[in-house]
């Protein structure tokens, strides 16, 4: 939908341009900035034109309210194919008018009536392809991670003193990530990171300091049922959420005035194109809690699971 939007911009509006701001704010994309929009008024000098894609649920007046904090100052004209359900206050800075689906279809429709957009049938795609991420699965360490709980304190805390527990060894995964962290302007910045990866939670989670793992003691060791691992695809995804980052820059406006600096936050996306990731073996600790039925005591969440 964005290309389509973008389109029919570039014959409605006056000098569509990119916009010097990020692109993406709180689910809202920026279309671009435009001198002007002969289907709306507006005192200001250029419309910013932002584009909220189809969802299922609706738009609310605090949803809106998050876009206002990140957005530039001028005025705003957002195209939304989400219903919207909720008000934006007013600013004194900032001016908005949003189309909903209905006005949207509607603009679309007409466009398409006028000859100035051509309807085709979608084709086929192809199915997705997963990341072009190399899985490298290094050779064993026998590390481990510390306990942060002890378990007679968690069994007395519950009043179950005198139960008796077995230690053990809770299979688990290190991985190490090498890539690069993409700016809004195509700026590359590398690193290497380790995640954990906790299949029995299960939850991935930026381990940052290597030096609290130890060597594991030689215990029995427990396995997760399989389907708890995180698939190649889907870790892929989580790695991009768990690096993302939002870093301070700066964007210069122009107005009648003069210019103004303002300094926002702008997001660095990880980049899974040419990245490196393996994983070595790693060992929570746990125990073995000798209930009528045994339980697994996770040692760093502190929750039972079924042995």
């Known amino acids: 939908m964005d290309e389509t939007l973008r389109d029919l911009l570039g014959i409605r509006t006056v000098n569509l ?6 692109s993406e704010v ?23 034109i932002w584009h909220a894609s189809h969802g299922i649920l609706p738009i609310t007046g605090s949803e809106l309210t998050r876009w206002a904090l990140d957005a530039p100052m001028g005025f705003h004209w957002i195209l ?8 934006l206050e007013k600013m004194e800075s900032m001016e908005v008018v949003i189309w909903g689906p209905e006005d949207v279809s509607h603009w679309l429709g007409e466009a398409v009536l006028m000859g100035e957009l051509v309807a ?21 360490l026998h590390r481990s991670l510390p306990p942060l709980i002890d378990p007679s304190s968690w069994l007395s805390q519950r009043g179950m003193e005198g139960i008796g527990y077995s230690p053990v060894l809770l299979e688990a995964r290190l991985w190490t990530v090498t890539g690069h962290l993409r700016g809004p302007n195509g700026e590359l910045d590398s690193g290497t990171w ?4 906790d299949p029995w939670s299960p939850s991935l989670s930026i381990l940052e300091d290597l030096e609290t793992l130890q060597q594991a ?29 939002r870093r301070k820059g700066s964007y210069e406006e122009s107005n009648i005035s003069g210019s103004v600096r303002s300094i926002i936050l702008q997001r660095w996306t990880f980049s899974s194109d040419d990245a490196d990731i393996y994983f070595s073996p790693i060992n929570i600790p746990g125990w073995i809690i000798h209930f009528e039925t045994n339980k697994i005591l996770h040692g760093r969440n502190g929750r039972l699971y079924e042995s």
């Open 17 to 22: 341009r990119p916009s010097k701001f990020h």
């Open 26 to 48: 709180h689910g809202f994309s920026c279309l671009g900035v435009a001198d002007s929009v002969p289907d709306i008024t507006s005192q200001y000098e250029e419309v910013f």
């Open 120 to 140: 085709k049938a979608p084709e086929e795609e192809s199915p997705p392809q997963a990341p072009n991420v190399r899985i490298l699965e290094n050779s064993p």
């Open 217 to 245: 003691p030689d215990l029995r060791k427990l396995e997760p049922k399989s389907d708890t691992w995180i698939s190649q695809d889907r870790f892929s995804d989580e790695v991009g959420k768990l690096l993302e980052v």
């Open 80 to 87: 939304s194919e989400r219903p919207v359900e909720g008000e």
């Open 194 to 197: 380790s995640l954990f990866e």
